[in-house]
T-cell receptor
């Protein structure tokens, strides 16, 4: 059974204070690892897909990296508008089937 | 595009009543997913369809839950009879097709409260 563990559960940062979120996974035959952002009262919004170890993707202040056991979401010089819950998910051998982690609640104070 | 549309946005019902949640996927998308989100269990996949055919319903918690997709532009998730532990936010998502290269677009969710 695919498993995803995210840490920390919650992270409070000051504006401009860079940090990283962790996503550890166990999956038989990783087809892809996904990062989503979820704002309160809304559905998750897609950020990145990573396919193989060593891959990196960037979008504005966010950079996602992937190893054989975990993924990191690095946030550089965050702003208050980056406050949200960040969800990690994996897709294994079943096409379309995503297994999500519990998420990390990020709060950025001005 | 209007994105994935879900209705109702909020539903409050009494235990034992039937509940029907509705979803309209993005036009042209061939795959549709139903998820449930709770504080305790996080976001869980319940069932997904491809070209209107159910592919995997192993996440459906009990026989009280059923889902249909009669055509490419409409799907329902039904709970009968409902129980308080069914209280959660239910999301519908759609994608162009199955596979990692097709991102899933989520709707705004239906918040279900069963009293």
């Amino acid at each position: 059974e695919d498993q995803v563990t995210q840490s920390p559960e919650a992270l409070r940062l000051q504006e401009g204070e860079s940090s990283s979120l962790n996503c550890s996974y166990t999956v038989s035959g990783l087809r892809g690892l996904f990062w989503y952002r979820q704002d309160p009262g809304k559905g998750p919004e897609f950020l990145f897909t990573l396919y193989s170890a060593g891959e990196e993707k960037e979008k504005e202040r966010l950079k996602a990296t992937l190893t054989k056991k975990e993924s990191f979401l690095h946030i550089t010089a965050p702003k208050p508008e980056d406050s949200a819950t960040y969800l990690c998910a994996v897709q294994g051998t079943s096409y379309g089937k995503l297994t999500f982690g519990q998420g990390t609640i990020l709060t950025v104070h001005p | 595009d209007a994105g994935v549309i879900q209705s109702p946005r909020h539903e409050v019902t009494e235990m034992g009543q039937e509940v029907t949640l509705r979803c309209k996927p993005i036009s042209g998308h061939n795959s549709l997913f139903w998820y449930r989100q709770t504080m305790m269990r996080g976001l869980e996949l319940l069932i997904y369809f491809n070209n209107n055919v159910p592919i995997d319903d192993s996440g459906m918690p009990e026989d009280r839950f059923s889902a249909k997709m009669p055509n490419a532009s409409f799907s329902t998730l039904k709970i009968q009879p409902s129980e308080p532990r069914d209280s959660a936010v239910y999301f519908c998502a759609s994608s162009e097709d199955l596979g990692t290269r097709y991102e899933q677009y989520f709707g705004p969710g239906t918040r279900l409260t069963v009293t």
